[in-house]
């Protein structure tokens, strides 16, 4: 059972502009929501998290908003840079349960 | 470098036969998933122990199996080989207040 999905599974955008990645869930008993971004051999690597008390939260260059309602949330990457090039998987969690997306792998463009 | 570390980086195999695979989590975790992550597929979520003990359990096949030792190192135990187990496999320490988690560099899992 997909749980998690990220429909798109590619993206690609210029350098300097924004990259929005989606994933959407089906199970409201998910109250953490993470992302994690994935280089060739390579562990994922924790990027940014929210709690579901919280409709949004910012990191520097990267901002994830939490639409409860839609069961959606999103990655936004401003401005977007070649080194963003990379696998980004979104997570969501709840009690013991962890489920994974399969995954959106990002092209920047110089 | 996360503090996980998973040996070993590359195992070739063949149908039927078992391998180890093994994980020791960042100093201080007591918490240990495993993951599996087949070509073109997501992390599917297979098992996790905290402190020794068997905490959840996701999409594990009944030829594979866990543990968690004393010192919180895990192995992985995979059986009777199929083709279709080849993957990378993940291990991942943490489940701090956001259920962070920190992943291994993986082990790449080849049977013919």
């Known amino acids: 059972d997909q749980q998690v999905k990220q429909n798109s599974p590619s993206l690609s955008v210029q350098e300097g502009r924004i990259s929005i990645l989606n994933c959407d869930y089906t199970?409201?008993?998910?109250?953490?929501f993470l992302w994690y971004k994935k280089y060739p051999a390579e562990g994922p690597t924790f990027l940014i998290s929210?709690?579901?008390?919280?409709d949004k939260n910012e990191d520097g260059r990267f901002t994830v908003f939490l639409n409860k309602s839609a069961k959606h949330l999103s990655l936004h990457i401003v401005p977007s840079q070649p080194g963003d090039s990379a696998v980004y998987f979104c997570?969501?969690?709840?009690?013991?349960?962890?489920?994974f997306g399969a995954g959106t792998r990002l092209t920047v463009k110089p | 470098d996360s503090g996980v570390t998973q040996t070993p980086k590359h195992l070739i195999t063949a149908t039927g036969q078992r391998v180890t695979l093994r994980c020791s989590p960042r100093?201080?975790?007591?918490?240990v998933y495993w993951y599996q992550q087949s070509l073109d597929q997501g992390l599917q979520f297979l098992i996790q122990?905290?402190?020794?003990?068997?905490?959840a359990k996701g999409n594990i096949l009944e030829r594979f199996s866990a543990q968690q030792f004393p010192d919180l190192h895990s192995e992985l135990n995979l059986s009777s080989l199929e083709l279709g187990d080849s993957a990378l496999y993940f291990c991942?320490?943490?489940?701090?207040?956001?259920?962070?988690?920190?992943f291994g560099p993986g082990t790449r899992l080849t049977v013919l």
């Open positions: 929210i709690s579901s008390i919280k």
């Open positions: 122990y905290y402190n020794g003990e068997e905490r």
């Open positions: 100093s201080g975790d007591l918490s």
């Open positions: 997570a969501a969690s709840g009690g013991n349960d962890m489920r």
């Open positions: 991942a320490s943490g489940g701090g207040l956001y259920n962070e988690q920190f």
């Open positions: 199970n409201s008993m998910f109250d953490y």
